[in-house]
């Protein structure tokens, strides 16, 4: 190929790319664009800027066939990792490639410096895969822009997995609940609670394999409250009344309890999560929302109060039931509360729910009720810190399978999304009691009458 063909092919191509980007940049929002421009900074100043952050190296062996006219050695040569940038709505996400004394330590060090160099109110330095690091730059604090999520009215990908929303670093956060047996979300009233929990019914309640019983401590009847519209997907609604909810909790527990009889049996394991859930056995998920009226501790010597304080105990020991054994035959239980008080969500309930999640609290011990004691060493994502509206729809969350916590920006979901997912998805609401009676009664049967075959050969 002659120099004008190859010259002519690099132009072309350079073209290609430079309108790709143009096109790119034209279609993007405000945020993005504003990223794109801080990608292009990132990128053509990082040889300039990585040696003066202290993340380069002077490779001071000469090459081996020195190429000089005078044989003098050349100077030795400065090595910076080489980098790629991609930029989103919130800042830039930068591969690096480490190079020999310039790896995780010295990018985590040089991190306050690469903040201010690049104007990211955030950066974070993780490792990748070896020998790379992600370098995130957050421009626009990911938490305090609100974010919508709207239903699709699809069945999920995966069922069990619950995205929850943004962390500070604008990476999706979510958490598989296959073998989680209780979720606790806390949070001072208006926070965000309601939108949290709305967000997973509404991403699993197209699937038939999801059903969902409601026990609203706010409201009388099943016509009020948040829950108003999402009740025709439940096969189980129940207001304030403690010994309703005590039925209800009972009905769970007997449920559980044949679930664990005929498991072996229906499904052939011992733990629902092997097979995954399915419309014949689907995940059982009970919903207590203010769970304080149903738990509380009733203080009080005359029959009414004794009573009452007998069926929360009740109440709190059948649920402690359903987290402690509910897991492996596929029931989950959420609980939420606005009350920060070691009788709202009792502490051996909520130290037995593997996931923890609070919206804003206004003490330190409100955040220790929500998220245990261990939140008092992460001072930064203590949710006593997320009072500020700008944080409505924030919640810190232990991370899972690490130390620390996390904070994450949850969308908003609107009341007529979810009413319309409900409309759509109310045919598939289904007994799970009557489901089990529907398959276990043939297979029980079915192995009876082996089990006196088997006994008629023998004899
Ligand atoms: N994730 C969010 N992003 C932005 N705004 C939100 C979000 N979640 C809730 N909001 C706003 O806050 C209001 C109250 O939210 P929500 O009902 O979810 O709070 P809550 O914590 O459940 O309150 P309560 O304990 O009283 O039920 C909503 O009507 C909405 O305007």
Known sequence: MRAADLAGAVLALSAIWALWWMVRYVRADRMTRASIRQAVRVRFGWRRLAPMAGLSVQDKTPPAVVISQ?????????????????????????????????????????????????????????????????????????????????????????????????????????????DVPGVTVAGLPGFGKTSLVNRFICDTAPSAAVQFAFADGKVTSSHEGDYADLAQRAFAFVGDDLADANALFKRLVELRRARSAAIRDVLGVKNMWHVGPSDAWPLVVLVVDEAHTYFRDYKGSDTQTKKLAALAAENARLVEDLVKKGRSVGMLVIIATQKATGDAIPTFIRDVCPVG??????????????????????????????????????????????????????????????????????????????????????????????????????A
């Open 70 to 178: 005078d044989g003098k050695v050349p100077k030795p040569r400065v090595i910076t990792p080489k980098i790629k940038v991609r930029p989103d709505r919130y800042g830039v996400v930068v591969r690096a490639a480490c190079v020999p004394k310039v790896s995780l330590a010295e990018f985590q060090k040089a991190a306050p410096y690469l903040a201010d160099a690049w104007r990211c109110t955030r950066v974070s330095v993780l490792p990748d895969k070896p020998g790379q690091l992600i370098v995130r730059g957050v421009r626009v604090d990911p938490l305090i822009v609100p974010t919508e999520h709207v239903p699709t009215g699809e069945v999920p990908e995966e069922l069990a997995r619950w995205h929850l929303g943004l962390d500070e670093y604008a990476q999706p956060v979510s958490v598989d609940l296959s």
């Open 357 to 458: 999640l609070s919206f804003a609290q206004k003490t330190a011990e409100a955040a220790v009720v929500a998220l245990g004691e261990d939140i008092r060493n992460w001072p930064d994502a203590n949710p006593t810190a997320l009072q500020d509206p700008a944080y409505v729809g924030v919640a810190s969350m232990a991370h899972q399978g690490r130390p620390g916590f996390a904070r994450i920006r949850t969308p908003y979901v609107a009341d007529s999304d979810a009413a319309r997912i409900a409309t759509d998805t109310a045919h598939l609401t289904r007994d799970p009691t009557e489901l089990l009676h529907a398959l276990a009664g043939p297979s029980v049967l079915l192995r009876d009458r082996l089990m006196k075959d088997d006994g008629a050969e023998a």
